[in-house]
Every structure is written in structure tokens, then in C-alpha cells.
């Protein structure tokens, strides 16, 4: 096995942050985007518990937009295809009753009303692929080399990532799958194995520590020692992947009622008075955070998120949310903003 892929960059980057506990952030407001095709389901004055539907999909693809806060909607603003909404946060921390966990066992309900339940708390899974498939790949490598999220939730929520693993393997129909992390998180890959079901069904492996391996391609070259025709779709080719994040999600939503309102990011970086690692909902403003949460060091600072090769400012003194190209559609904070 190859265990690394061709090209890349090798960092020297020591995290700061991946010995710090997770915090839960509640911010003032949140602001999301509507995604195009979705219908607004709430009207400015309406009082919102977390987890209540914000706008739903037209079609029959796609999660539903959920409010990560309760609290009251106090704008909707924009046309058809380029909406925003945003809900103030009161803090009371309730949660819509619609939230609940499956009360059957998981493993015993049908394919069709999991995936029915996943869309209400707010996950899509990504596509099968058309393809036989091969392996289910869960991708447990950092998306920027400054980031400890997926560091922090293998460390708090090892047990719940793998039982997401073998939710995952029932809803595709795949028989195996392989937690792939860098060498460097050998820690990390410890507990995950510690957690694993007796067989084969699912295993951890170790891969290179260079920057992008959390690419799909690139962690399939290193796993298999395979290279996918550049027109085929790694799905296709029957290696699905699958963030970490995401299996933790589809547990928590099914076993716990947990709605999928919000990601982890790390914020870290000479600008800032410490670093640290949050769990914040999705439209939160990164400006809010940076100065609620880990304190602005001068009067001015510019985030970057993205990793070294794609990385770009986020915020500049910043109003815009960042967004998430994940199985969340909606704007959302994921990964580093250092």
C-alpha cells in the first residue's frame, strides 16, 4: 500500500488548540442563506425553538433548513434564490419537539424512514455513486493543517462517530468501511479503534501527514494505491467518502434527536489572545466569535480559512458567515479560521 499520494506539501505545524476542550458558542444572532430551491418556511416576528424548520426543500432531495438557536426571526431579506434569514438568539436553549430520537432499534427500521428522519434534522447524505461498492471511506483527516475540530470530536465523541460508521454502512449497502487518518493522530486512531465492533466490518488505518490529504482522490491513493480516471466520481468508483463530522451527525440525530444546527472550528493564530475550539451554529458571524470567544488582539483582524493551498480571507473586521461545502446546504462554520 502506498500510505501517501504524489506532490503535497509536508508542514511543520504544531496545532496549538487540539489539547483544548470543545465549548459550546451561542451567539447573538445567526444569519443563513437560503438555499436555491427551498421554500421559506417562517415569517419575521416568529418565535423558533433549535431545531424548528426554517425553510424546506421543494423536491424530495435534500435536508431541511434548521435554526440553530431559538430565539425570534427578525429578518428576511433578498428574492427567490438569494434569501437570507436571520433569528436573534434569547437564549432559552429549548428545542423543538420534533426533534427525537428514533425509538426503535436503528439497525431494525427500514432504509426509507431513516433517511426521511436524517432530511427532518437536517442531514443529506452525499451519493451512493453508481458503482458496486467497493469500501466506505470516512475521511478523519483535518481540512486545514491549523485545525483540531475533527482532533477534538474523535477525542469527545469516538463512540458516536463509529456508531454513524455503521449507520452509514446500512443506509449504502456497503459491507466495509475505513476510517483514514494521518499518522500524526495516532492518538486519535487509538480511540477510534478501541471503539470498534468485533470483525472486520470496520477498520482504521493510518495514511502520509502531508497537506491535502484530506482530498478524496488523494486519500483513496493512499488507502488502495488506486488512481480514479479524472471523469469518474470517487463514488463511482465505489470508494464513497464520508466526513467524520457526518457520521457523528447521523448518530446523534438518530440515536439522541440531536437537529444537525452546527459544526466545530478551531480559531487560532498570533491576532488572537488564545486559541480555542468551538462548536458553533451554522450562520454564526465570524467576527462575533473571534471577538466573544478567543479576543481580538489591536483593532483589526483578517481571518483566513481554507488550508495553505486554497486558503483566503473569510472576514476582514468580518460580517460574512464562512461557508460549508459539506452535507450540510446551508452557510455554516467548519474547519479553521486561524
Not at 17 to 23: G, Q, R
Not at 32 to 40: D, I
Not at 143 to 148: T, V, Y
Request: proline share 6%.
Amino acid at each position: 500500500m502506498a500510505n501517501s499520494f504524489r506532490g503535497g506539501m509536508k508542514l511543520s505545524l504544531k496545532n496549538p488548540a487540539a489539547n483544548i476542550l470543545s465549548e459550546s458558542y451561542e451567539p447573538s444572532k445567526i444569519r443563513l442563506a437560503v438555499p436555491a430551491g427551498y421554500r421559506v418556511a417562517v415569517a419575521v416576528g416568529q418565535r423558533l425553538a433549535e431545531g424548528d424548520i426554517l425553510a424546506s426543500p421543494k423536491g424530495e432531495d435534500g435536508a431541511f433548513l434548521l435554526s440553530g438557536i431559538s430565539g425570534r426571526v427578525t429578518g428576511l431579506t433578498g428574492e427567490d434564490g438569494a434569501m437570507e434569514i436571520t433569528v436573534e438568539n434569547d437564549r432559552t436553549q429549548n428545542r423543538s419537539p420534533d426533534c427525537t430520537p428514533i425509538s426503535d432499534s436503528i439497525f431494525e427500521v427500514p432504509t426509507e424512514r431513516l433517511l426521511a428522519r436524517l432530511r427532518r434534522l437536517g442531514i443529506s447524505l452525499p451519493p451512493r455513486g453508481e458503482g458496486t461498492p467497493v469500501c466506505l471511506v470516512v475521511n478523519c483527516c483535518e481540512k486545514d493543517p491549523a485545525s483540531s475540530s475533527v482532533t477534538r470530536l474523535i477525542r469527545e465523541r469516538a463512540g458516536e462517530l463509529i456508531g454513524g460508521v455503521k449507520i452509514l454502512l446500512k443506509l449504502y449497502g456497503i459491507r466495509r468501511a475505513v476510517c483514514a487518518l494521518p499518522r500524526g493522530m495516532y492518538r486519535e486512531a487509538s480511540e477510534l479503534e478501541s471503539r470498534l465492533p468485533n470483525g472486520r466490518m470496520i477498520r482504521v488505518r493510518t495514511v502520509s501527514d502531508k497537506y491535502p490529504q484530506h482530498i478524496p482522490r488523494l486519500l483513496i491513493s493512499s488507502l488502495f494505491n488506486l488512481e480514479i480516471n479524472a471523469g469518474r466520481s470517487v463514488e463511482d468508483a465505489g470508494y464513497p467518502v464520508v466526513d467524520a463530522s457526518l457520521c457523528e451527525a447521523v448518530f446523534s440525530a438518530l440515536a439522541e434527536g440531536k437537529p444537525a444546527t452546527e459544526g466545530r472550528v478551531t480559531l487560532t493564530g498570533n491576532g488572537l489572545a488564545w486559541a480555542v475550539n468551538l462548536r458553533v451554529p451554522y450562520g454564526t458571524e465570524i467576527a462575533e466569535l473571534a471577538e466573544n470567544a478567543a479576543s481580538v488582539i489591536g483593532a483589526k483582524c483578517v481571518f483566513f480559512g481554507g488550508g495553505p493551498e486554497r486558503r483566503k480571507a473569510a472576514a476582514e473586521g468580518g460580517d460574512e458567515p464562512p461557508h460549508d461545502d459539506g452535507h450540510h446546504a446551508r452557510d455554516a462554520v467548519d474547519g479553521a479560521l486561524a
